[in-house]
């Protein structure tokens, strides 16, 4: 080898190579507004896990002397309390948990049915995926919404159920971008060498086609959780959705606005999570679609 | 174009079909009926009212009762609201639902084109970030939220405009219910146009009509504004279903007599032709807008038009 060589060889053995993952990493956290939405996230997670710790009073316990009473720092019912004397600080923080967990949980049911459904679709291909996307087509004209009161009025008012309703409907979005872009990747290099080593069908479309298609997925599924959350809202509020003594923010702001008038912290403090969360979640799934997408100048 | 028009008409129905039989299925295999909430019924009395409403026969009987009745218009009567049929209850809610959600786009469409058009012209400046900002909020705060708030301000606090009801379609029951439905609208609406019109802007067609030497304005409302349509008009279907979603929170907040209240009402109390009556008005809706979606887009972009032409007559 040439000295040149040599050094050549030397220069780049000290460099290390980045990532497409690592870059789109570096990108999103330049992004300001994203990583204000990942530290309110943060936050909010955090608050609905430590509120109970700190706060004296339990979520159904009432405290019949101090009914609707405004925030304050007396007896330490910081969020005030409810009609039935309820401390609104643990509740918030409860209605907290059960939406986030709603949001998170559907979204994952949501994303592996439709990544699935949707690779396997476009792998396929011919009257297979003609079909598969067909059912698509029919299902998608289905009024979203009225197909999960449907489906929650048939199956009761569980909360999982709830889950498994929004997330029987969402995963159409997620099995359509999956399929399209499973389309594209059928006719790349890699998955012909994949076959033509004989790797069987299965083993290509979850090792290569899946991991490869997931970008678009990733951001259709951080602005899916905010969707969610508001969809359980959305019923709860209607009284379809979570039932006492459980309690989610939809409910607790169908409960504020009832007391709108008298006691409009009710429906404020709750109003003000939920907001902040959708907030979060949308700045997220912007800088990761800038980040995944670096052509997207606009 | 009619050959077009005609084969997605004819898909239009199957489709139809398809979701009339799943909810009609779905809602039957569900526990519990329309009379578990008037406890203690005779035995007697629950079978007589249950043949009344043919809820003794087998279901694929009951079915084909429902297909036949509704070919010829016929929706059913609804169990919870005892003196009404369906489609009476329809014709109660349809008119102020149309009218909410209609009006709602079209101030959404008017306000949001323009506000994405002027973002775009200022493209990252303060005015083009400020757009930007507002419509992040209308997008992220819904109406769940706005609603009762908009309330709390204009209603409670401030008296000067109605906290709910129709008020027989007074102008002042309706500003709430109006801003609520469409703000979240306006504010997709805005980002779409926005992006739209700062992708056509970059076309070699504009620069040619610069080129020309026409004034600004000719270049944006005559050869820039008609491209930078056609991705907001296939927003338009599922806007559609948006504000009728919407409209459903809506008007159970502000209490207006919809159609979106007897859905809700219908889920409850298990009153399956409500329900069914609901749903497919909803569903043809939808439909139909999706079919205009595509006509519009044909109307707006050549490309388009020719490439459906020769579909249609391959």
Do not use: C
């Not at chain 1, 099995?175 to 790349?188: D, E, F, M, S, Y």
């Not at chain 2, 959404?108 to 083009?128: E, F, K, Y």
Request: net charge neutral.
């Amino acid at each position: 080898m040439t000295p040149e060589g040599q050094a050549l060889v030397e220069a780049a053995a000290g460099l290390r190579g980045e990532s497409l993952w690592r870059a789109a990493l570096g990108r999103f956290s330049a992004n300001r507004a994203a990583m204000a939405g990942v530290l309110l996230l943060v936050a909010i997670t955090a608050f609905a896990f430590v509120a109970p710790l700190l706060s004296p009073h339990d979520m159904e316990a009432n405290d019949w002397e101090r009914i609707q009473i405004a925030p304050t720092t007396e007896q330490s019912h910081w969020f005030g309390t409810d009609a039935n004397g309820r401390d609104l600080f643990v509740r918030v923080a409860a209605g907290a948990r059960v939406s986030l967990a709603i949001g998170l949980i559907t979204t994952l049911v949501s994303v592996v049915i439709g990544v699935l459904y949707g690779a396997i679709a476009g792998y396929a291909g011919g009257r297979t995926d003609q079909v598969m996307m067909r059912i698509v087509d029919v299902l998608y004209a289905l009024p979203l919404f009225f197909a999960i009161i449907i489906l929650v009025t048939v199956f009761g008012r569980n909360i999982f159920l709830v889950f498994l309703a929004i997330g029987a409907v969402e995963w159409l979005t997620i099995a359509r971008i999956v399929r399209g872009q499973t389309l594209a990747a059928k006719q790349t290099e890699y998955v012909e060498a994949a076959r033509s080593l004989g790797a069987p069908a299965s083993r290509v479309v979850l090792r290569h086609i899946v991991p490869n298609v997931v970008g678009p997925v990733i951001v259709f599924s951080t602005l899916l959780v905010p969707t969610v959350i508001l969809v359980e809202s959305f019923l709860s509020f209607l009284g379809l959705g979570v039932q006492e003594p459980q309690t989610s923010w939809g409910l607790l702001i169908s409960q504020g606005t009832a007391s709108l008038d008298s006691a409009p912290w009710l429906l404020v403090i709750p109003a003000a999570f939920l907001a902040a969360t959708m907030f979060a979640f949308n700045f997220i799934g912007d800088g990761l679609r800038d980040a995944l997408d670096p052509r997207d100048e606009s | 174009m009619l050959r077009f028009l005609a084969t997605r008409a004819a898909v239009l129905l199957p489709t139809l079909l398809v979701i009339i039989t799943l909810s009609f299925f779905l809602m039957r295999v569900a526990p519990g009926g329309p009379f578990d909430a008037d406890a203690q019924l005779e035995p007697e009395i629950l079978e007589n009212l249950r043949a009344a409403y043919d809820l003794d026969r087998p279901l694929v009987e009951q079915y084909g009762i429902y297909l036949s009745r509704l070919a010829r218009g016929d929706l059913g009567p609804s169990i919870s609201n005892k003196d009404y049929t369906v489609s009476e209850l329809i014709a109660i809610g349809l008119p102020v639902s149309l009218e909410l959600g209609l009006t709602a786009l079209l101030i959404a469409t008017l306000l949001g084109l323009p506000l994405g058009i002027v973002a775009a012209a200022h493209q990252n400046r303060w005015l083009d970030h400020t757009i930007g900002t507002l419509a992040m909020a209308g997008i992220a705060v819904p109406s769940l939220i706005t609603a009762p708030l908009l309330t709390l301000v204009f209603g409670v606090m401030l008296k000067v405009l109605p906290v709910a009801g129709w008020g027989d379609g007074a102008w002042e029951n309706k500003i709430l219910p109006l801003t609520a439905l469409a703000l979240p609208q306006l504010a997709v609406i805005a980002r779409l146009s926005r992006g739209a019109f700062l992708d056509v802007r970059r076309q070699n067609f504009i620069r040619a009509a610069r080129a020309r030497g026409l004034p600004e304005w000719r270049v944006v409302l005559v050869h820039a504004l008609p491209p930078t349509l056609v991705p907001l008009v296939s927003y338009l279907a599922p806007a559609v279903a948006g504000v009728m979603t919407g409209s459903i929170v809506i008007e159970q907040i502000f209490g207006l007599p919809g159609v979106g209240r007897y859905f809700v009402q219908g889920a409850l109390s298990r009153d399956y032709p409500l329900v069914m009556g609901v749903v497919i008005v909803y569903a043809t809706a939808v439909l139909l807008m999706n079919l205009l979606a595509d006509l519009a887009y044909a109307a707006l972009d050549p490309r388009i038009r020719r490439g459906l032409l020769a579909g249609a007559t391959t």
